[in-house]
């Protein structure tokens, strides 16, 4: 979380060939930066699928990730509207994430960013 884009991040690497990730942007930058209001996030939708989006966020993923081993650098990731919350029973009362309900909630998600190679 070290990037200003960023809100959440849910790291998926486990007993997979390699690391991908859900991703939450921080609403005021994406506010900021492509000029839309609060309603935006209020939508239906989970995921955000636009190419400018994913691209503005992967700077900083890429970036980031050069710090790391190469194994360990996010390949692919997922663009979420709505935070993690306690609401959906995603995160605990301390604010850690479930990750068994996180993995059931996006399985389909998680499987296509894997099924893309």
């Known amino acids: 979380l070290q990037s200003p884009k960023i809100e959440q991040i849910f790291i998926i690497a486990d007993k ?6 859900l991703v ?3 609403q005021e930058e994406y506010k900021q930066k492509f000029g839309v209001g609060d309603h935006f996030f209020l939508q ?3 995921f955000i699928d636009e190419p400018a989006v994913h ?16 194994y360990a650098r996010i ?8 935070m993690f919350t ?5 995160l605990t009362i301390t604010l850690k994430t479930k990750r068994k309900v996180v993995m059931q909630n996006y399985e389909k998600e998680i499987e296509a960013m894997y099924a893309a190679d």
């Open 16 to 21: 997979r060939e390699y690391v991908t990730a």
């Open 24 to 26: 939450v942007p921080n």
């Open 44 to 46: 239906d939708d989970r």
């Open 55 to 70: 691209a503005w966020l992967e700077e900083d993923i890429k970036r980031l990730g050069e710090a790391l081993a190469k």
């Open 75 to 82: 390949r692919e990731f997922r663009v979420k509207r709505h």
């Open 86 to 90: 306690q609401e959906s029973g995603e």
